[in-house]
């Protein structure tokens, strides 16, 4: 497929991180800045719980409530404009946002315990390359390439994704007498956002 080129809502939208045997040092991450290159981080899907890292493996966050805004915001700075009745408008140094993630909270998909690859990612420090799919379909392929960045997989449907380097900060549970309870994730962005590319079919 190709891009969204429609109206729609995002019901099925996605946000995952890639999961190679070896965690990218910084020289690979400020390496990375083409389409195939990220994609290529994204080929097979595993389980946060039990799931074997490997070249091309990922984790998809999963029992998302809510997403943020996805992009940079632009800083515009109001400059006085002496004997004038409005003031300039310049564009200063846009910083990058950090991103909280509403998630349905399962505990054991978050346990911080041997073997939970979520879990052990919180407050790790660690930087690795996150994907956000912007998705009004579900892709129709099957198993561990439903979700990959490959045509049979998000190339079922049309897609747009974006590509960042980034750290999973934090983790804050919020209980829920009447609802499901609830977590709130942040990422913090330690890259410019790429994108909005997409999977094209075969």
């Given at each position: 497929?190709?891009?969204?080129?429609s109206?729609?809502?995002?019901?099925?939208?996605?946000?995952?991180?890639?999961?190679?045997?070896?965690?990218?040092?910084?020289?690979?991450?400020?390496?990375?800045?083409?389409?195939?290159?990220?994609?290529?981080?994204?080929?097979?899907e595993?389980?946060?719980?039990?799931?074997?890292?490997?070249?091309?493996?990922?984790?998809?966050?999963?029992?998302?409530?809510e997403?943020?805004?996805?992009?940079?915001?632009?800083?515009?700075?109001?400059?006085?404009?002496?004997?004038?009745?409005?003031?300039?408008?310049?564009?200063g140094?846009?910083?990058?946002?950090?991103?909280?993630?509403?998630?349905?909270?399962?505990?054991?998909?978050?346990?911080?315990?041997?073997?939970?690859?979520?879990?052990?990612?919180v407050?790790?420090?660690?930087?690795?390359?996150?994907?956000f799919?912007?998705?009004?379909?579900?892709?129709?392929g099957?198993?561990?390439?439903?979700?990959?960045?490959?045509?049979?997989?998000?190339?079922?449907?049309?897609?747009?994704?974006?590509?960042?380097?980034?750290?999973?900060?934090?983790?804050?549970?919020?209980?829920?007498?009447?609802?499901?309870?609830?977590?709130?994730?942040?990422?913090?962005?330690?890259?410019?956002?790429?994108?909005?590319?997409?999977?094209?079919?075969?």
């Amino acid at each position: 497929m190709a891009h969204i080129t429609s109206i729609g809502a995002g019901l099925f939208s996605d946000m995952a991180v890639a999961t190679p045997a070896v965690d990218l040092d910084n020289d690979a991450l400020e390496g990375l800045d083409t389409a195939a290159e990220f994609a290529a981080l994204f080929a097979s899907e595993i389980e946060s719980d039990g799931g074997v890292l490997a070249a091309g493996a990922f984790v998809r966050i999963k029992n998302v409530r809510e997403f943020p805004a996805v992009g940079t915001p632009a800083n515009i700075v109001n400059v006085p404009n002496y004997g004038s009745k409005t003031s300039y408008q310049i564009q200063g140094q846009a910083d990058a946002p950090s991103m909280e993630l509403t998630l349905n909270y399962i505990p054991q998909e978050w346990a911080k315990e041997a073997g939970n690859i979520l879990g052990n990612m919180v407050g790790d420090s660690i930087a690795r390359v996150w994907r956000f799919s912007l998705l009004n379909t579900e892709p129709t392929g099957t198993g561990a390439t439903k979700y990959a960045s490959l045509p049979a997989g998000l190339g079922t449907i049309p897609n747009s994704e974006f590509y960042f380097v980034g750290k999973l900060e934090a983790i804050v549970y919020n209980p829920q007498l009447t609802d499901a309870n609830q977590a709130t994730l942040t990422l913090s962005l330690q890259s410019p956002l790429f994108g909005a590319y997409t999977v094209a079919a075969v």
